[in-house]
């Protein structure tokens, strides 16, 4: 009696498992063989499986690109390839085909930057190039809190993330007419009125974000206005 019990019981846990027709059996097959060669020509990673239910049926197959779409962008729009057809059909980015505002506000002062960045500004004796500079829409202001008042260095950063992939340049404490500013950056950088993705204004508007590392060019055009 208890042989019997305790088979009864290990049938119960484990009963057997249903065997599944040819046509299942060749589907699964198929749909393996087609992920080893995808992960052998790189265009999925070994991740990549396909998920068998108990009841014999099966889900699809998800295939996880080994790039992602920011990965993808970037790659695509500066494939020389990319370019050549899209000028033919007359859709380029307009990071490439947008046209740079001009310069209206022309330097009035003449910087010494020296290799920290750092550059002084005007001195009180250059009264016509103070006066030139409080006239201007916009004011970028220095930073502070330097020990025994010494005078702070432009509020101009440069920033990498993504695993030093992404370089960017930060503007801080813009003051006035940000609009106007960001005319005059686009001219100076060269920069098209219509690119939209090489300059942005953080959510807070306290920051100006550049794409690529232009700290020295910017650094140059605030001093140049007698920031």
Do not use: C
Request: no cysteine.
């Amino acid at each position: 009696k208890h042989n019997s019990s305790s088979n009864i019981t290990q049938q119960s846990l484990f009963p057997k498992a249903t065997l599944k027709s040819p046509t299942q059996r060749s589907s699964i097959n198929d749909q393996q063989s087609t992920i080893k060669m995808l992960s052998s020509l790189r265009l999925v990673t070994p991740q990549s499986q396909t998920s068998r239910l108990v009841t014999g049926t099966i889900s699809t197959i998800n295939i996880r690109s080994k790039h992602s779409n920011t990965q993808i962008k970037r790659i695509f729009k500066q494939n020389p390839a990319f370019l050549r057809v899209a000028s033919r059909k007359n859709f380029l980015p307009k990071s490439l085909t947008s046209q740079p505002p001009p310069v209206t506000i022309e330097p009035f002062f003449a910087p010494t930057i020296l290799p920290n960045g750092w550059s002084a500004p005007p001195d009180q004796s250059q009264e016509d190039i103070l006066q030139q500079r409080d006239e201007l829409p916009f004011l970028v202001r220095r930073t502070g809190n330097k020990p025994n008042n010494a005078i702070g260095f432009l509020p101009v950063y440069s920033s990498i993330r993504l695993g030093g992939t992404k370089h960017t340049t930060v503007i801080k404490k813009v003051k006035g007419d940000q609009d106007l500013f960001l005319t005059e950056l686009r001219a100076v950088l060269e920069i098209g009125a219509e690119d939209e993705d090489s300059i942005r204004v953080r959510a807070s508007g306290a920051s100006i974000e550049v794409n690529g590392n232009r700290v020295r060019e910017v650094k140059t055009w605030l001093a140049g206005l007698g920031f």
